[in-house]
C-alpha cells in the first residue's frame, strides 16, 4: 500500500490541509521527509527546489542553524506550561517596538485563528455587524471568512461551504479586489453597521495580485469615513515585503495586523494587534473574549522571533531577497515573450507567480482566466525536475534567502522548458 493510499485510510483525504492533496493538478502528493536551505527531499530520497517554503514563513530558508539551536535549547525547558512566560513579553514587545502601528499585540495559533478574532473585536469595538471582504483573498477557514460573492455586486454573500449557515453569510459581503467605486457603493448601502473591511493589502490566495495605486489608500480613506476599522491581514506579507510588512511598503496605517505563518518561522502561529484602545476591549481587560491554551507557546515563540530578530539585525536580506527575486521573474517574463507563451507576470517583492492568461489579472475574475490544466501539467514537468511550486495556479511562489542565482539559473531553464512541454 502506498503512503497516499494508508494516508487516505485515516486522514480524510489523505492530507491535513486540502491543497497538499494535488487534486488541482491531478496528481498524488509527494511526501516529505526533510528540507535544508533552499531544497525539500521527499520519502524517496528525491530533492527539490522549494517554491513554497512553508506557504511564506522561512524567509531565511529551510532548517535554518541560528532558529534550530535556540529552538531545541528552548525543548530542554520543557514543551508548554499553559500559563505566562517571558519569552511572549520578548516576541510583543519586539513586534510594537518595530511596527509603528501597533501598541498592543495577542499571540494565538494560526492566522485563522487571529482574523476571526480581529473581526470579533471589530464588532465588539465598533458595535457594527457587517464584514467587507475582497473575493480570492483568502483569510483563513473561519465561518464568517468562508463567503463567496452574493447573487448582485453589492449584496450579502453567500456561503462557501456547506456548513456555514445563510445566517453567518448574511453579515460578509464580498467584493471584486481593485474595486474602489464598488467599495464606496457598498458603504452608501448599509451605511453605519459596516465594523470592519478585511483584505490582503497584496493578494497573494489567487496567484498574486497587486494592490492598485490608489486602492489601498481609498480603502483606508472609506473607513475614516464610515468609521470602520481597517484590518489588514498581514500573514503573507508582514516581514516579507520588507520588516514593517504592507503597511510600511504602502505607507498606510490599518487599524488592526493580523499575522500568521511568517512570525512563527515555520511553527504553530497567528497573532492580531493594533492600537491600544482597540487592543484593551480584548478580555480579560474587556468584553470581547477571546482565549488560547497553547497560544504564545514558547518553542514557537523562540522560532518566531529568532527569525524576526535576524530579519532586523540584517535588513540587507531583504534587498537580496528582493534582488534575487526580480531576477527571477524578469527573466520569466523574458522567457515568455521570447517564446509566445499565453502567460503573465505578478510579483512584488520575495513573492510572485505565472498566470496562465495574456491577460493582465488584478483581481479574482481576471486570475479565473487562467487555464488551470496548463498550469497542471506546468507542475507535473517542474515537479519531474526537481522544482516544488505549489500545487494550484491560485497560490504564490515564494523566495527565501538561500535561493540563490546558481538556484535561480537552474529554476529559470526547468520553466522554459516546463512550459514548452505543456
Ligand atoms: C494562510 C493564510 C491565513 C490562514 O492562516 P492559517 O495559519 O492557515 O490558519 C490567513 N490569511 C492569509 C492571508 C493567509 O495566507
Known amino acids: 500500500m502506498s503512503i497516499f493510499d494508508l494516508a487516505n485510510k485515516y486522514i480524510p483525504g489523505g492530507v491535513n490541509s486540502p491543497v497538499r492533496a494535488f487534486k488541482a493538478?491531478?496528481?498524488?502528493?509527494?511526501?516529505?521527509?526533510?528540507?535544508?536551505?533552499?531544497?525539500?527531499?521527499?520519502?524517496?530520497?528525491?530533492?527539490y527546489i522549494d517554491y513554497v517554503c512553508s506557504w511564506g514563513p522561512l524567509i531565511l530558508g529551510h532548517n535554518n542553524e541560528e532558529i534550530r539551536k535556540n529552538v531545541i535549547k528552548a525543548?530542554?525547558?520543557g514543551l508548554s506550561y499553559g500559563a505566562a512566560t517571558k519569552l511572549e513579553v520578548d516576541m510583543a514587545q519586539f513586534i510594537c517596538e518595530n511596527i509603528?502601528?501597533?501598541?498592543?499585540?495577542?499571540?494565538?495559533?494560526?492566522?485563522?485563528?487571529?482574523?476571526?478574532?480581529?473581526i470579533r473585536l471589530a464588532r465588539g469595538y465598533t458595535g457594527k455587524e457587517k464584514v467587507i471582504k475582497f473575493d480570492g483573498c483568502y483569510h483563513g477557514h473561519s465561518d464568517s471568512m468562508l463567503i463567496q460573492a452574493g447573487s448582485g455586486l453589492m449584496t450579502e454573500g453567500i456561503p462557501d461551504s456547506n456548513g456555514v449557515t445563510k445566517n453567518c453569510a448574511m453579515d460578509t459581503i464580498s467584493i471584486p479586489y481593485n474595486n474602489l467605486s464598488l467599495l464606496n457603493q457598498v458603504f452608501e448601502k448599509y451605511k453605519n453597521n459596516i465594523a470592519c473591511v478585511i483584505l490582503e493589502?497584496?493578494?497573494?490566495n489567487m496567484g498574486v495580485v497587486l494592490p492598485n495605486d490608489d486602492f489601498l489608500k481609498g480603502v483606508r480613506k472609506l473607513c475614516n469615513d464610515y468609521k470602520s476599522l481597517l484590518i489588514f491581514d498581514e500573514v503573507i506579507t508582514g516581514f516579507?515585503?520588507?520588516?514593517?510588512?504592507?503597511?510600511?511598503?504602502?505607507?498606510i496605517e490599518p487599524d488592526l495586523v493580523t499575522y500568521g505563518k511568517i512570525i512563527g518561522a515555520g511553527m504553530p502561529v497567528g497573532a492580531y494587534g493594533g492600537?491600544?484602545?482597540?487592543?484593551?476591549?480584548?478580555?480579560?481587560?474587556?468584553?470581547?473574549?477571546?482565549?488560547?491554551?497553547?497560544?504564545?507557546?514558547?518553542?514557537?515563540?523562540?522560532?518566531?522571533?529568532?527569525?524576526?530578530?535576524?530579519?532586523k539585525e540584517n535588513e540587507e536580506i531583504y534587498k537580496n531577497i528582493n534582488n534575487i527575486s526580480k531576477y527571477l521573474f524578469e527573466n520569466i517574463k523574458d522567457i515568455i515573450k521570447r517564446n509566445h507563451f499565453d502567460c503573465s507576470v505578478n510579483y512584488i517583492g520575495s513573492l510572485g507567480c505565472i498566470f496562465f492568461t495574456k491577460e493582465n489579472v488584478f483581481d479574482y475574475t481576471t486570475a479565473k482566466k487562467s487555464n488551470i490544466v496548463n498550469y497542471a501539467k506546468y507542475f507535473e514537468n517542474m515537479l519531474n525536475k526537481g522544482i516544488y511550486i505549489a500545487p494550484s495556479q491560485f497560490e504564490a511562489m515564494f523566495l527565501s534567502n538561500e535561493h540563490n542565482k546558481n538556484i535561480i539559473d537552474n529554476t529559470l531553464n526547468i520553466i522554459e522548458h516546463s512550459i514548452k512541454n505543456i
Not at 502601528?101 to 480581529?118: P, Q
Open 100 to 118: 509603528k502601528h501597533i501598541d498592543k499585540i495577542r499571540m494565538v495559533n494560526s492566522g485563522t485563528e487571529a482574523v476571526m478574532s480581529a
Open 75 to 77: 525543548c530542554e525547558n
Open 240 to 251: 516579507r515585503l520588507c520588516f514593517g510588512g504592507a503597511s510600511e511598503y504602502f505607507n
Open 275 to 311: 492600537k491600544k484602545e482597540i487592543m484593551d476591549m480584548i478580555a480579560p481587560n474587556g468584553a470581547v473574549y477571546q482565549a488560547g491554551t497553547l497560544s504564545g507557546n514558547p518553542i514557537a515563540m523562540t522560532a518566531g522571533l529568532t527569525q524576526l530578530k535576524i530579519l
Open 25 to 47: 493538478v491531478g496528481l498524488e502528493p509527494i511526501f516529505i521527509e526533510k528540507a535544508d536551505k533552499a531544497y525539500l527531499y521527499d520519502i524517496d530520497g528525491k530533492e
Open 201 to 204: 493589502p497584496v493578494a497573494a
